[in-house]
Every structure is written in C-alpha cells, then in structure tokens.
C-alpha cells in the first residue's frame, strides 16, 4: 500500500476567538483519540501531521495542502466547522474522516459530508479504512468495531503528539490520560449508559505514569475516564506503584458515591487536586449521585459531602443539568442557590437540557414527542442553546430562572465567598478567571441576551417553540461571525439537520439499513 500523507486534526474548540478562559486552558482540553489516531496511522506506515485546534491557530495554513487523508475528531459544537473543513480538503483531493462525539451521535447527518464516519474505533477500523481510501460520496462510508477498543497505544507511543498539544498551553499543563472505558451504571441520559465497563489495563497505566514522569517535572493528569475510580483500588495501586509522594496531581471526573471519606483520603495521598462530580438535579437522575433523597433533603446531604471533598481535595466543580422533566416551579432553582450558599466553595457548572442525537437512549423519548429543536450543531454544547423543549416551563419562564440562578451564581458576594473556602493559591485563581470570564460573566450576558430576545424577536421564540424550523437571523449571523474565514466553505444545507433522525433510523427500515455501519 502506498504511503499516506495523512493530516489529523483534534477541534477542541469551534471558533478562532477563545476566551481568556480558552487560552489558558483549550489546549488542556485535547482528545486522546485524535493521538491514538496518529500513532496507528504511523504504525501502518503513513505520514502524520496531528493539529489540535485551540481557537489561535490559522487552519487554513497549518494543516499541508496536498493531504491525501484527513481525520478530524470532532464534538456535535464543532460539526459546522468540521463540515466546512472536510468541504475545503474534498477540494484539494483528500479523502476525510469524521470521529468522535459528533460522528458518534449524528452518523445519519456526517455521513453527508465525510467520506467515512467512524464510530467506536480500533486499530482494525482505521487499517479497513486506509485501506479502502476512497471518496465516497454523496453519502459516507459509516464503520464501527463491535465494541469500544481493548486497547489503546501507551503515552510513550503518542508522546510525540501529546507534548506538541500540551506546549500550546500557556501557564497550567494537563497530560489526558485513560484507563477504561464505558461505565458499570446505566443513567439513560448518558452515551455510557449502554457501554459495558472496561478498564484498560492496569499494568499499562504504571507505565504511562512513570514514563510521564521522566518527561514532566511535576506533571498535572486529566483522567478522561468517563466515571473515575470504578475499580478504585487497582487504579490507587496503580499510581501508589508508578509515582513516589508529591511527585504528580490529578484532575478527575467521579461520580459522588464514589467518593467516600476513605476513598478521598487516599485521593488526597496521591495528589488528587480537582475533583468534577455530576450533581445534575435536585428531583431527577439520583441514581447518579446515588442518592434516594429530593429536594431540599438532597441539598443538604450533597452540600455536606461536597464540604466534606473540600477538605481532601482543593478543587470541586459540581455539575448540574437544568430543564430536566422531573423539575419544576421556581423550587429546583431556589434550592442550586441554597446549594451555593451551604457548599460556597463549589465551582458549579451548569448544562441545558440537551439532546445530542444517538447519544442516550432518553433522546428517543424526547424525538418521539417532537420535542427536539433544529438548533444547528454549532450551539449544541449545552450553553448557547437547549434543543429540548421543556415540559414544565414555558421558555420565558426558564431562561427567567436560567439567568437568576447563573447571576446568583457569578455573583461578587459568591465569587468572594469561594475565595477562602477554597484552600489552596491554583483553585482560588481558577474560580475567580472562571467566572469572570466565558463560563460565568459570558454566560450570565448570553443568557440575558436570549431572554431579552424571547421577549422582543417572533422569530426566535417561534423557533424556539417548534413552530417554524426558519433559522432566526440572531443565531444565522452568529454562525457567520464566529466560523470566520471557514463560513465560506460550509456546504449547502450543512446549516440544518433532521433531529429526529435516531427516531427515523429505529422505525424506517429502508433508513436503518442505510445508516447501519459495516460493523467488524
Ligand atoms: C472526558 C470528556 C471530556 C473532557 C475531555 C474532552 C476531550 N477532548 O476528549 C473534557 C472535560 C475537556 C470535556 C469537555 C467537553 N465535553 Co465532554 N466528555 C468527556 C467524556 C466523559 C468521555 C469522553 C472520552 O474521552 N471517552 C474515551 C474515548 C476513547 O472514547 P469515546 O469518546 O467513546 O471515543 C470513541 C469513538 O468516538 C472514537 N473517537 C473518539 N474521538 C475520535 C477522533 C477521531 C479522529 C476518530 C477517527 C475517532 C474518534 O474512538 C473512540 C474509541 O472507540 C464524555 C462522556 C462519555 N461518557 O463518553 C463527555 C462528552 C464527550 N462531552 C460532551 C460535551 C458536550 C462536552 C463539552 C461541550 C461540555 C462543555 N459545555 O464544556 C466540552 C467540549 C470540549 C471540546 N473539546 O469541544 C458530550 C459530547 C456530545 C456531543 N455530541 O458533542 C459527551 C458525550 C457527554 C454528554 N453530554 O453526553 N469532555
Ligand atoms: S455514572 Fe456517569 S458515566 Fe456512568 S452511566 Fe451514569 S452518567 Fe454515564
């Protein structure tokens, strides 16, 4: 076979203006898979550049003209960019390649675009498609392993790729790592919930650990496991192994009952600094947190534990999912302020209601009901819009009580009162940066912005309210504005999508057939 010039490219972020936020810390937020693309792709004997894009970088200038493959992995806020890239590079005479979340939870809609659309991933699946590499169009090849791969290449192996992506990082460095996949629990809001749990190999991850330590002095780690510690031990002995005391930090995302007092302890001992567990309601999903409680009995219970955390761990962001069903009234948002008022050192991180396509099997229910919103992908990040129709509030009424408890939130009196109660120089900088820029000032303009909008713009709130599918100009020119240069590539049509395809998929046969990928 001959030799490839492949390009990869990790879109961590979906426009060229970051935030402050963003430039400090995009480059931390990189995927793994995008590195692990790049090494089998070596191992095949191909040519690799890997970018990952952090909002700073010219697209159009770092990736070579005359690729002849380019993978790009993507979330469902970056499709319009990665559809307007894969346009350009199909120009110039490559073959391109869509995966992760997008891919995953839009394959129907990718598939319009890329020439192949990868969903789970393993060596076997990129060989078969090198392979192959041809363009096929109108509609993309849709390929998937059976399952989640068993194994993935060392930190060693993608090293080269991993310190190129972190030294765009301008003062805090995080090193992602993994080891597992999929998740023992079952939330039906989550793209794990139908994945069997799977740890990666424990003996592997030593290695990672100490080899990371002969690169980096005194290495962060972003665990992107997608629920942290479900084989707690093994995971402890693992670090306990590979790193003497003080020698590395660790940032990861748990969930509460996971975190007991002993667990915390030994979190602490081996240099656990952050910790991102998923509240997400005060009535709905309590089997995450593992809580039977509800309201205001909920809020006290996780509030304690919460202040519990922060004494072991410096930093803790709580994250919650607003405009769920089981909520209602003025109750759910009264009781999150309680909440920042009983736990004032918690970083609470708020998601709308959102429902990415395929990626949960709650998402058939809220198709079949019709109330799924076209909102194009660029704003499906769970901030800049909700594609759900709530059932309890009309949405003047939601995003009233959006903007009240995001202002009570990034307020000055609580963005004062989580300097002391966080212990330690890094946490209190990062809450302050945090909330005065995009994740919490931004957030409070945003959403104030929408309001006003629902108020005062027919278009906006009969979009919102499903009785047109006509984009309102805000969202149009918005689009335009921060795509930039790469607007002028994006292909006709790629602005809108079917969003209840998942739906059609499960009850038209000729559709199923369709997009069922060459599972191997
Ligand atoms: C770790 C994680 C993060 C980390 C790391 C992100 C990163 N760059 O990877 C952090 C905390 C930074 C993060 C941030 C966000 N996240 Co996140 N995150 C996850 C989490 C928990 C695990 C994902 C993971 O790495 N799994 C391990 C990998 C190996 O497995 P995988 O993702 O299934 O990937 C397989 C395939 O998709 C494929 N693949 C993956 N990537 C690529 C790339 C290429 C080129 C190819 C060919 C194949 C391929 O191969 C893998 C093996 O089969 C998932 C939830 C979950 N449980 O999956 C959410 C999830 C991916 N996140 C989500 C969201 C919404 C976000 C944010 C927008 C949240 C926010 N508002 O800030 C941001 C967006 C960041 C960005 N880069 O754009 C959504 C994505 C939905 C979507 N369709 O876009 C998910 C699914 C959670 C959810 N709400 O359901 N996230
Ligand atoms: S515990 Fe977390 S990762 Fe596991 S299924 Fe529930 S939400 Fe998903």
């Known amino acids: 076979m001959r030799r490839l010039r492949i390009g990869i490219l990790d879109l961590v972020t979906k426009s060229p203006n970051p935030s402050l936020y963003g430039r400090i810390m995009n480059a931390n937020l990189a995927s793994i898979m995008p ?3 790049g090494v089998w792709c070596e191992q095949e004997g191909h040519d690799v550049t890997l970018v990952c894009y952090t909002g700073l970088e010219d697209l159009l200038v770092e990736l070579p003209r005359d690729l002849d493959v380019l993978f790009i992995g993507a979330f469902t806020q970056s499709a319009q960019l990665a559809y307007a890239l894969s346009n350009l590079f199909r ?3 490559a073959v391109t390649v869509l995966g992760g979340p997008h891919a995953r939870c839009y394959p129907e809609d990718a598939r319009k675009y890329f020439d192949y659309v990868l969903g789970f991933t393993d060596r076997t699946v990129v060989s078969e498609m090198l392979r192959d590499c041809e363009p096929h169009r109108p509609y993309g090849a849709h390929l998937s392993a059976a399952s989640q791969p068993v194994g993935l290449p060392t930190l060693r192996e993608r090293w080269k790729f991993t310190e190129a992506t972190v030294a765009k990082a301008p003062t805090i460095k995080i090193i992602p790592m993994i080891g597992s996949l999929g998740c023992p629990y079952t939330c039906s809001f989550c793209i794990d919930s139908t994945v069997d749990y799977q740890p990666l190999g424990f003996e592997d991850l030593r290695d990672d650990l100490a080899f990371l330590l002969t690169k980096v002095k005194n290495p962060i780690v972003g665990w992107h496991d997608p629920n942290f510690g479900v084989r707690f031990d093994d995971y402890m002995e693992a670090v306990e192994a590979a790193v003497p005391p003080g020698r590395m930090r660790h940032i990861a995302e748990s969930s509460l009952s996971l975190l007991s007092e002993p667990h915390l302890k030994r979190l602490r001992e081996n240099g656990f600094q952050a910790i991102l567990p998923g509240i997400e309601s005060w009535y709905d999903l ?12 909920k809020v006290t219970q996780v509030a304690d534990h919460v202040n519990m955390i922060l004494r072991y761990i410096p930093y803790i962001q709580t994250n919650f999912v607003l405009g769920l069903d089981g909520d209602n009234g003025n109750e759910p948002f ?3 302020k309680k909440f920042i008022d009983l736990a004032p050192g918690a970083f609470p991180a708020y998601s709308l209601l959102s429902a990415f396509g395929r990626a949960a099997p709650m998402n058939l229910d809220y198709q079949r009901t019709g ?3 076209p909102f ?7 901030n800049h819009a909700m594609n759900v129709r709530p059932k309890n509030y009309s949405w003047p009424e939601f995003y009233k009580h959006l903007v009240d408890v995001t202002r009570y939130s990034f307020s000055w009196k609580a963005i004062a009162r989580r300097i002391p109660a966080t212990p330690t120089m890094i946490p209190k900088w990062m809450n302050v940066v945090r909330a005065v ?7 409070i303009r945003y959403h104030e912005t929408i309001l006003g909008l629902l108020d005062t713009d027919r278009s906006v709130r009969r979009f919102m309210e499903g009785e047109t599918t006509q984009l309102p100009e805000f969202y149009a020119s918005r689009i335009r504005r921060e795509l930039g240069p790469a607007y002028n590539y994006l292909p006709e049509g790629a602005l809108e999508h ?3 395809a998942y739906l059609h998929a499960t009850t038209e046969p000729g559709l199923a057939q369709l997009t069922r990928p060459l599972v191997h």
Not at 286 to 297: A, I
Not at 437 to 443: A, H, I, T, V
Request: charge should be positive.
């Open 35 to 37: 590195q692990v693309i």
């Open 91 to 93: 120009q110039r005479g």
């Open 286 to 297: 309590g089997n995450k947190s593992k809580t039977r409680r509800t309201g205001m009995d």
């Open 334 to 336: 009264e009781l999150t």
């Open 371 to 373: 109330r799924v919103l």
């Open 376 to 382: 194009p992908f660029h704003f499906l990040n769970n």
């Open 437 to 443: 820029s995009s994740e919490g000032f931004g957030r």
């Open 498 to 500: 079917d969003p209840n």
